[in-house]
């Protein structure tokens, strides 16, 4: 395992890869490496000790179909001893009821199979009713909304990744 941070994505319009990738831009240097889990093995996840997973809600509170086909495989690999962070895209006007269910859905498998949760988000500034992407009032990881606040994408960003050097240590 490395200090560098391996970011796995999937994406289906495309906004969550362009959000991968200014995450990655945001951190610097080669620290960060983009993996589309649509074309990953399950031994990638070993390389790293830190992790951010990215991934929209799609349609009604579901997992992207890249992130739906690779979910089973989760069971298989440990996350113990693995620093996680997430990273959601979704649309808070449109679907208020599940915003960025597909964080939460994420987070609760990784734990489960041992991986630590940082880079929790708070909810402020986001008009939504339900998420299974907060706990204890705040979002487990990254919320964007490309669709209704497009203009703060930017700096919520650079506010994240600079919480996240020092919850990764680094």
């Known amino acids: 395992m490395s200090k560098a941070i391996g970011l796995f994505y999937g994406t289906t319009t495309g906004k969550t890869e362009s959000v991968a990738e200014m995450v990655r831009d945001e951190f610097g240097g080669n620290i960060v490496t983009l993996h589309e889990i649509g074309s990953i093995e399950n031994d990638d996840f070993a390389d790293y000790e830190c992790l951010i997973i990215a991934c929209p809600t799609w349609n009604i509170g579901e997992l992207q179909s890249d992130w739906e086909g690779f979910f089973p495989e989760l069971d298989d ?82 506010s994240w990744v600079s919480q996240l050097k020092k919850e990764f240590s680094l």
């Open 77 to 158: 690999i440990d996350f113990s001893g693995k620093k996680v962070a997430y990273v959601g895209t979704g649309d808070q006007e449109g679907y208020p009821d599940n915003f960025m269910d597909a964080m939460g859905i994420l987070a609760e498998k990784i734990s489960e199979q041992g991986g630590e949760t940082v880079g929790q988000w708070p909810v402020e500034g986001y008009d939504f009713n339900e998420s299974k992407a907060v706990v204890n009032g705040k979002f487990i990881g990254l919320a964007i909304d490309e669709d209704n606040q497009s203009d703060l994408t930017k700096a919520r960003i650079k």
